[in-house]
């Protein structure tokens, strides 16, 4: 069994920072890719960050230049930093591991920013 445990969300003002972490853990070889999902209400939900097994990474229009995603391949952890926060980015921010022909989310953590 595989699980994904997000936390660090919460309440900020325009213009702060969090950080989200994402921690895996269960029976599993290695991890490779894995990404950042958000889900705003009434929104679909979409790529927020991604990044490969060789820390490649790629990002929404929406949120380049303003969050970072990085991992701790010791720790099965994944990481989004987010900068410069802006009402929009509320949502509830989710990891995804692709994992054996399966994905594998956690159960989210809800960022809200607000004033």
């Known amino acids: 069994q595989v699980q994904l445990v997000e936390s660090g969300g919460g309440l900020v003002q325009p213009g702060g920072s969090l950080r989200l972490s994402c921690a895996v853990s269960g029976s599993f070889f290695s991890i490779n890719d894995m990404g950042w999902y958000r889900q705003a209400p009434g929104k679909e939900r979409e790529l927020v960050a991604a990044i490969s097994s060789g820390s490649s990474t790629n990002y929404a229009n929406s949120v380049k230049g303003r969050f970072t995603i990085s991992r701790d391949n010791t720790k099965n952890t994944v990481y989004l930093q987010m900068n410069s926060l802006k009402p929009e980015d509320t949502a509830i921010y989710y990891c995804?591991?692709?994992?054996?022909?399966?994905?594998?989310w956690g159960k989210g953590t809800l960022v809200t920013v607000t004033s």
């Open positions: 995804k591991l692709p994992l054996y022909g399966m994905d594998y």
